[in-house]
């Protein structure tokens, strides 16, 4: 089977910083997905890991250590657009996604 | 057409009615996904197709059926609706090269059942 845990939410200020983070214990991996799902909207895709490091995307990185089932989304510079939930997804060895709860994160001026 | 479209936005069932949403892609995309969404549970996968004519089953199937008659059109069908089907549902597709398979996902459709 498939856990995957994550903060349900977050608040923080505009400008600052905020780390998301996911643990995961599924059989086999494939790799990591973010998603970003605004009230009302369909999820979209923001990052993706199977290697252990760090992917950036201009202000949102990601990280990912396989050993430790461990990853998190990194959000800079946050601007109230960012308020959204953020969705981590484990791909596991029958190339089918896995969801966490989500993480709303909420930006305040 | 552009991505992907669900039909209907929502709807209100009455229990034991039978419902398709439907789903519609552009992209060409091999494999097609349906999911529900309910608060605190994130995103389930129900049912899911990996090239036409073919289908399996997810995580939460029991209550749902699907088809895929060709590339663009993944229905899913509720043969008789409980109140336990309220939800938002999505359909995602995504190619199935690598290294993404990114998914992405349609704008979904709010389901009551009453």
């Known amino acids: 089977g498939q856990n995957i845990d994550q903060p349900t939410e977050m608040t923080a200020t505009e400008g600052a910083i905020v780390q998301i983070n996911c643990t995961y214990q599924t059989s086999g991996f494939n790799g990591l997905f973010w998603y970003q799902q605004h009230a009302g909207e369909a999820p979209t895709f923001l990052s993706y890991n199977v290697l252990d490091g760090l992917e950036e995307k201009g202000r949102f990185s990601s990280f990912l250590s396989r050993s430790k089932g461990y990853s998190y989304l990194l959000l800079k510079e946050l601007q109230m657009k960012d308020s959204a939930s953020y969705l981590c997804?484990?791909?596991?060895?029958?190339?089918?996604?896995?969801f966490g709860a989500g993480t709303t994160v909420t930006v305040r001026a | 057409i552009a991505g992907i479209t669900q039909a209907p936005t929502s709807q209100i069932l009455a229990a034991g009615r039978r419902m398709t949403l439907r789903c519609t892609q552009d992209?060409?995309?091999?494999?097609m996904y349906w999911y529900r969404q309910d608060l605190g549970l994130g995103l389930r996968l129900i049912h899911y197709s990996n090239t036409a004519g073919t289908t399996g089953k997810g995580e939460v199937p029991d209550g749902y059926s699907v088809s895929r008659a060709n590339t663009d059109d993944f229905p899913l069908t509720l043969a008789s609706a409980v109140p336990s089907q309220t939800s938002v549902y999505f359909c995602a597709s995504s190619t199935t090269s690598e290294p993404y398979n990114e998914q992405f996902f349609g704008p979904g459709t709010r389901l009551t059942v009453l």
């Open positions: 992209m060409r995309h091999n494999a």
């Open positions: 997804a484990v791909r596991g060895d029958d190339y089918k996604l896995s």
